[in-house]
């Protein structure tokens, strides 16, 4: 695990609308502690780094754990794809591990396992990724760098869609525990099932 843990650092979205929430997801509070705080912790635990994107800088950087870098996405609105694309520009190491901010049973413990799996993702595959009925859980998992030159291309022929990228590249599954561990908090109702 050590070793995989130099190679990787972390790469975590907070730059979207939080509409169906109605408030921004990343200040909800777990626990007493912010949820973007709380996933920040668990990329500091398992990487080398963190890094945020994120138009809002002024609002997060007061409870972000430092040593987090925040990055201020130059594009805002775009989605998640595009947010990706340019946090990766600040980054350059092996592997990624990319993580939405609303992801509030994520564990340490969890992601300190699938990091055992990372050493033996084929040479081929650009991403280890969960997977569910519908496709690939894009947000939660872990990017190979030279996947950068694909996304750049994709992005700037007008693509905006995680699913449409990945179809054209071999991937890894990731296989998660518990399927909650990747529930995303996206309306007031989700928040009534997470695990706290
Ligand atoms: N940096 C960045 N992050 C984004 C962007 N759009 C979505 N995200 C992040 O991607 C993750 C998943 O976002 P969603 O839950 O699908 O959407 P959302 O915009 O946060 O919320 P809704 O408005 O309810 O769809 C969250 O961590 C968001 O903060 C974006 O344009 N830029
Ligand atoms: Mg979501």
């Known amino acids: 695990m050590k070793t995989v843990k130099k190679v990787l650092k972390t790469i975590i979205l907070a730059g979207g609308k939080s509409s169906r929430m109605g408030e921004d997801k990343a200040l909800i509070l777990i626990q007493g502690v912010p949820l973007l705080a709380r996933i920040a912790t ?7 780094e963190v890094y945020i994107i994120t138009p809002w800088i002024d609002r997060y950087q007061s409870f972000i754990p430092p040593e987090c870098h925040l990055i201020r996405e130059e594009t ?6 595009v947010g990706f694309f340019q946090a990766l520009n600040y980054i350059k190491t092996d592997w990624i591990l990319l993580l939405a901010c609303d992801l ?17 993702v084929p040479e081929d595959a650009i991403a280890f990724l969960p997977k569910n ?3 690939w859980e894009p947000l ?25 990228w990945l179809k054209e590249h071999p991937i890894e599954k990731l296989i998660v525990s518990d399927p909650q561990i990747l529930l995303n908090c996206n309306t007031p109702d989700d928040l009534l099932t997470i695990n706290y």
Request: proline share 5%; with cysteine.
């Open 42 to 48: 668990i990329g500091q635990q398992c990487t080398s």
């Open 76 to 81: 805002p609105g775009q989605g998640p794809l």
């Open 104 to 120: 509030p049973n994520l564990t340490k413990i969890e992601v300190q396992r699938w990091l055992d799996g990372l050493e033996n």
């Open 140 to 164: 939660c998992g872990f990017y190979r760098y030279r996947c950068l030159n694909s996304l750049d291309k994709f992005i700037q022929a007008g693509g905006r869609s995680f699913q449409k």
């Open 133 to 135: 009925s519908h496709g």
